[in-house]
């Protein structure tokens, strides 16, 4: 198969890491776009790119593309990714791929009729790390999977213009952190949550500043998550089974985990990958994806992660303005 041709649009620190990591993978970028015109120029001078849209939408219709990153704002990536898939681009997107369910399932149903593969950039799909400790879940040497808690806390100065308490840039904790969390509960849980609760402290914008959240699925496994982004936390999370409990920290793209195994007491360190290939991983298994193994993307889980975050925010009764 010949070489998958990239391009990325936005230009910002997402942008620069795909360029990064796609040399890593001994490649580079073929074509860039922004809504400023100047700071894609910029980028590819930067990365040696050799193809800058004077007009970004033209990356949409470039038959030299394969393959789009979007790496815009959330509220952007269902308009960019129906117009990729329209003419046959595949499409990876940063987290959270979409706003809400229903904009995602259109996504899928377009992606299946025009035979192209979409994927979320989510690192914790990709990381070796988790690979490996499902092989280790599956052994059965912990047993089953009965709880997992999770935090993830950054502390964000009150600057009501930047994205992250946007409402109009579809802000809030939920999208920008909580996807996170909750896709590795879905990693390591064996069905989608089918019941939730939880709480919500919004932010003087009307976002989520601060979230806790109970999840439940018909297994049994029970999970809780706790969320801000005006309180730092660790970046932990924890799987306990049966016999005995995985640790993990910086978990977005970990590369060591710590098993603690309770009858013994004895500890083991399990470390794989490195925490600055993830977005190297990442590209790797979207190029996997295309070439026809599509699951390695985990679009379902993806699925059921959108599904869990628009039924939170149902409950909140927060909707950005593309929703009302």
Known sequence: MREIRWAVLGTGVIANEMAAALKKNGRNISAVGNRTQEKAVAFAEKY????????????FIDPDIDVIYITTPHNTHIEFMKQAIRNGKHVLVEKSITLNSSELEEAIALAKEHGVV??????????????KLREILNSGKLGKVNLITMNFGSFKDYDMSNRFFNRKLAGGAMLDIGVYALSFIRYFMSSKPDQILSQMKPAPTGVDEQAGLLLTNSDGQMASVMLSLHSKQPKRGMVSCEKGYIEIMEYPRA?????????????????????????????????????????????????DVMDLMTEFRKEWGLKYPEEE
């Open 255 to 303: 590369w060591e985990a710590v098993i603690t195994y309770t009858e013994s007491g004895e500890k083991e360190v399990v470390k794989v990958g490195e925490h600055a290939d993830a977005l190297a991983y990442e590209l790797a298994d979207m190029e996997q994806a295309i070439g026809g193994d599509a699951d390695c993307m985990y679009l379902s889980y993806t699925k």
């Open 118 to 131: 979409i994927g979320e950039a989510m690192t914790i799909y990709h990381m070796p790390l988790y690979k």
């Open 48 to 59: 040696g790119i050799e193809k800058v849209y004077d007009d970004f939408h033209e990356m």
